[in-house]
């Protein structure tokens, strides 16, 4: 089993609708969480870190399920600009790995 | 403020060639790293330094691979020698904190290597 594995997708939606994806990981001693995105061809940026309450940024909100060991990212009012590949990242004493990223895609 | 620069942005070598490349982290960072990315898949990290010592480098194939940062600022990735599989885009992160958790990282371009 991976560490940290996502559904590669891609997701193709319409624009407005609501998506959202998971990351599994499967180190119970992680500590930090973390969702970058990356358009194509381009390096990863950091999109928002995950907090164990939830937290939220505009139509981005982002949760923490320590028990199943999965974090989640929901889209809101999806854009045309939103398609991109999402990365979760899973940090532990050190030791940061990145998911294989999710592919979204939105359709006019 | 700049960004975080890597030389070059694109590669194409031999294989059992060698090659170096380079990375500027954002000034007063810390922290760098530096990941392989090969298509279709995550940043997978070969080595993390905080100022000039190493954190972590268990998934840096120490064989061919080797990275330096002497100064604490800049630092150096070599391949020798180079593989087909070595085919990917190395990035270089650097982050303003301690090594203790992975704090936000800043990303450079890349340079894409490919390995004829």
């Known amino acids: 089993r991976k560490e940290v594995e996502q559904d590669p997708g891609p997701f193709n939606v319409p624009e407005g609708a609501t998506v959202a994806f998971n990351c599994t990981y499967s180190?119970?001693?992680?500590?930090?969480f973390f969702w970058y995105r990356q358009d194509c061809r381009k390096e990863p940026k950091l999109l928002m870190s995950v907090y164990s309450s939830g937290n939220e940024d505009g139509r981005f909100t982002a949760q923490l399920n320590r028990a199943s060991q999965y974090i989640s990212l929901l889209i809101r009012d999806s854009k045309l600009s939103d398609s991109a590949t999402y990365l979760c990242?899973?940090?532990?004493?050190?030791?940061?790995?990145f998911g294989s990223g999710t592919r979204l895609s939105i359709r006019p | 403020e700049a960004g975080v620069a890597q030389s070059p942005r694109y590669k194409i070598i031999e294989k059992r060639q060698s090659v170096a490349f380079w990375c500027n982290p954002i000034?007063?960072?810390?922290?760098l790293y530096w990941y392989q990315q090969i298509l279709g898949q995550g940043p997978k990290l070969l080595i993390q330094?905080?100022?000039?010592?190493?954190?972590?480098d268990s998934q840096l194939p120490k064989d061919r691979f080797s990275a330096e940062r002497l100064k604490g600022v800049d630092s150096t990735l070599k391949i020798q020698p180079a593989k087909l599989e070595d085919s990917a885009v190395y990035l270089c992160?650097?982050?303003?904190?301690?090594?203790?958790?992975?704090?936000?990282?800043?990303f450079g371009p890349g340079t894409r290597l490919t390995v004829t």
């Open positions: 992160a650097s982050s303003p904190t301690g090594a203790s958790e992975a704090y936000e990282q800043y």
């Open positions: 180190n119970s001693a992680s500590q930090s």
């Open positions: 990242v899973v940090s532990s004493a050190s030791k940061i790995i």
């Open positions: 000034s007063g960072h810390a922290t």
């Open positions: 330094f905080q100022n000039n010592g190493v954190v972590d």
